[in-house]
């Protein structure tokens, strides 16, 4: 019910910023939070933000907490995922996810009904 699609990924050296993009679209007012996921290859997606959508509370991991900033355009049907101060280790493909079904938890993929297709975000030494 939920479509979301990805853009914003690319290559940029350590130390540099991305702006990733998630468009929903269908049906958006079931969406409780908007979430961004990461996999490297060989890696489990981790969870890296999130954000309540009616009020706009924002979770994040440590991983990226102090650097990465999510936020949301209501009117747009738009998260976005604001990335500075770019690591290495921050390479893979990044992954919007809409939690259509209420869940306590921010963090846990599985509690996201619906995902973009991810966008690759590459960041070089």
């Known amino acids: 019910q939920v479509q979301l699609v990805e853009s914003g990924g690319g290559l940029v050296q350590a130390g540099g910023s991305l702006r990733l993009s998630c468009a929903a679209s269908?049906?958006?007012?079931?969406?409780?939070?908007m979430g961004w996921f990461r996999q490297a290859p060989g890696k489990e997606r981790e969870f890296v933000a999130a954000i309540r959508w009616s009020v706009g509370t924002t979770y994040y991991a440590d991983s990226v907490k102090g650097r990465f900033t999510i936020s949301r355009d209501n009117a747009k049907n738009t998260v976005y995922l604001q990335m500075n101060s770019l690591k290495p280790e921050d390479t893979a493909v990044y992954y919007c996810?809409?939690?259509?079904?209420?869940?306590?938890?921010?963090?846990?993929?599985?509690?996201?009904?619906?995902w973009g297709q991810g966008t690759q975000v590459t960041v070089s030494s």
């Open positions: 996810a809409a939690q259509t079904v209420y869940s306590y938890s921010y963090a846990n993929p599985a509690d996201f009904g619906s």
């Open positions: 269908g049906r958006t007012f079931n969406s409780y939070r």
